[in-house]
């Protein structure tokens, strides 16, 4: 699947993981970038801001992007063989509905710092890979697995069939994150900006859970939501010695 990958750091990232790329293309960008492209024996093309900003589709491109064959789409299957490889309990991030780009790849990005070993997305009605995404992960998306369903429900049955605990995010839930144990197999499922979890979706959770706030704002974007999920689940893994010593 050929893309764009644009911004500095998304570009640094790709570069450096040695992933599939074509051409680099900047417009007076870092020279830093442009010598590493050079070791890689990739081309380096020049052209003007106006013109990378029409092929990047955004004005935030930094002068630099590359073009790039993009990560295959994965399943639910390869994620939990993943972690059972790494000899850890799956620990995977389920969308439904979530629809911001900006979002997803703010997601991505505490996901790969925390550990989580993918993210599954909806073929339909959601967010998909895309330039923005890769940008707003800073590359984290070049390194946590996507898969891609159809029927979101089937999906949580088989991860539940598989061993999983999965739990909701949801604002109005009664109990903390804090209280849900993460310690084995876990899938974390979030919900649309505007609409939170979809009912068939809720009632396919085997437990919800919400961020306990003490403001007056009611609720977290759902990549902060998200952040705190991700590392309370890193920090009980951590005491219990269920993660891979690095």
Not at 10 to 35: G, H
Not at 140 to 169: D, F, I, Q, S
């Amino acid at each position: 699947m050929k893309g764009v990958v644009y911004g500095k750091n998304a570009v640094r990232e790709w570069l450096e993981a040695r992933l599939p790329a074509r051409t680099l293309l900047t417009a007076d960008a870092s020279e830093s970038l442009v010598n590493l492209a050079k070791k890689l024996a990739l081309p380096v093309q020049s052209m003007s801001r106006g013109r990378l900003t029409a092929l990047t589709g955004s004005a935030a491109h930094q002068n630099i992007a590359l073009e790039v064959d993009l990560p295959e789409y994965r399943s639910p299957q390869n994620i939990l063989h993943s972690a059972q490889k790494l000899g850890e309990p799956p620990l995977v991030v389920i969308f439904d509905g979530v629809q911001d780009p900006r979002n997803f790849g703010a997601v991505l990005r505490s996901a790969d710092a925390a550990g989580v070993h993918g993210v599954v997305i909806p073929k339909q009605g959601g967010v998909s890979l895309t330039p923005a995404v890769f940008k707003t992960s800073a590359g984290a998306a070049a390194h946590v697995p996507v898969a891609r369903v159809t029927n979101l429900t089937r999906c949580l049955e088989y991860l539940k069939e598989e061993g999983l605990w999965v739990v909701g995010a949801c604002e109005d839930a009664p109990r903390s994150y804090a209280e849900m144990d993460f310690r084995g197999p876990a899938a974390i499922v979030l919900g649309s900006e505007g609409e939170g979890l979809r009912r068939l979706v809720r009632e396919h959770c085997d437990f919800l859970a919400s961020v306990p706030m003490r403001g007056r704002i009611n609720s977290l974007n759902v990549s902060v939501a998200a952040a705190l999920f991700f590392f309370e689940a890193r920090r009980q893994r951590e005491e219990t010695g269920s993660l891979q010593k690095e």
